[in-house]
């Protein structure tokens, strides 16, 4: 875990158990990891929201409008990493192991934000708990998620929704 809490208190959206309720889930809309976590929260009635690249820009063609994204002033995937993390209270990253391109960024990003973050990798053995613990001492309530787009890792999508599924039918 990195980031820091601020001493913000425990959000009344925080269950006895430590397992925070989350507000809204947000990404930037590219395949992969940011879809997923976008489809997770919708199937758990998780509002969902974010920032995507003018033109809603994804590797795969514009992204649909059931993903009600804004788009941000220009087509730089930066700036919509950038802006993602800016309006999260923190920022997961799904990612299989070392972080590279867009997802780096992402990291680099938060870091400089002193916002809370949070890598949980595939091969994790618990990583709900995990997130559920991390997101209680942040009290975060609007969840940025990001991780590598579906043609930098194969079964992206299906490992990274398995994972966000199992942590929101738990809040």
Known sequence: MTGGGFGCPRSSLTSSRGRVQFRKIISGGQTGVDR???????????AVGGWCPQGRRAEDGPIAPRYPLRETPTDAYAE?????????????????????????????????RKKPLLHVRLTDPAPVPMIHAWAAEHDVRVLNVAGPRASEGDGIYRQARSILEALLASA
């Open 36 to 46: 997923a976590a976008l489809d997770a929260a919708r199937t758990h009635d998780v």
């Open 80 to 112: 919509r990493t950038a802006w993602n993390v800016r309006d999260s209270d923190g920022t997961l990253i799904v990612a299989p192991g070392p972080l590279e391109g867009g997802t780096a960024l992402t990291q680099r990003e938060a870091e400089a």
